[in-house]
């Protein structure tokens, strides 16, 4: 959307500071929570202070005794063979492998997460997650047990930062983005059981302790995302989860224990 339209489809004034804090309170959002946020900058509307002003509203509201966590993937640093949106040449495959620039926490930066995420990851306070594909960024109370480093096995799983908001009883806030963005539901998919479950090799650039970038591959499982809107839909229904509004956008919160339960039961009855 175009900076004009946008504002022009802000008629109760611009988003600000002050304005999104006083509308998170009125979300339910409160100090000390750990939150793990998915969002899209333009589903609000024009926004003093673009993305820094959204992140300031999380953090007046969580305070310093919460925790704000957001995923700051980097897919592309994965095998060009899976590669489907789009596919590179089978000739190119073997000289991305060996020149692809391995993964930096302080350097690479997000893909596909909206302007939030690598706005975020940037600030001062905020910590990244290792792994070269599915990282996760938090500042807060518990940002340091979240942002532990993982293995890059079963990278979201029980031991993932996934995992540990788990733990924690955090929960999920959906800022103009569906169950489509909800990376919960992963974690649900590692601890669910269906019969096309599949196990798969994922490879993607490791930099080394000498400084040398090698080519390494760890065991994961083939998620899956095409039916987590049927999936999302189900969970609001059977928990009565109410939209709420965060300036233009249509936003979802709730608590990340019951959508990953939820999701389990449902991935097994209805997956093949």
């Not at 002050?18 to 959002?29: C, M, P, V």
Request: charged residues 25%; aromatic residues 10%.
């Amino acid at each position: 959307m175009k900076e004009l339209e946008t504002i022009q489809a802000r008629r109760e004034g611009p988003n600000t500071v002050d304005s999104l804090e006083q509308e998170l309170r009125s979300a339910g959002l409160a100090p000390g929570m750990t939150v793990l946020l998915h969002s899209s900058l333009s589903s609000l509307g024009w926004v003093c202070g673009g993305p820094v002003a959204v992140i300031l509203a999380f953090q007046r509201v969580l305070t310093d005794q919460g925790t704000l966590v957001m995923p700051t993937h980097s897919g592309d640093l994965s095998d060009p063979a899976q590669w489907e949106d789009p596919p590179v040449p089978e000739s190119w495959w073997e000289t991305i492998r060996n020149t692809m620039p391995a993964y930096r926490r302080d350097r690479t930066p997000s893909s596909r997460m909206g302007v939030i995420p690598e706005t975020f990851r940037k600030m001062e306070g905020v910590v990244r997650s290792s792994h070269p594909q599915v990282s996760f960024a938090a500042w807060g109370n518990y940002k340091d047990y979240i942002i532990q480093d993982e293995h890059y096995d079963f990278a979201m799983n029980d031991q993932s930062p996934l995992g540990r908001l788990y733990e924690l009883d955090g929960r999920v806030f959906l800022l103009g983005v569906g169950h489509d963005n909800n990376t919960s539901i992963h974690l649900a998919e590692y601890r669910a059981v269906w019969p096309s479950k599949l196990m798969i090799k994922n490879g993607m650039p490791i930099l080394e302790e000498q400084g040398k970038t090698v080519w390494r591959e760890f065991d994961d499982i083939a998620y899956g995302g095409d039916d987590f809107k049927e999936l999302g839909a189900a969970f609001e229904k059977a928990y009565a989860i109410q939209p709420v509004q965060l300036g233009n956008a249509t936003c979802r919160f709730f608590r990340q224990r019951d959508l990953v339960d939820f999701a389990v039961t449902w991935i097994e009855k209805h997956r093949r």
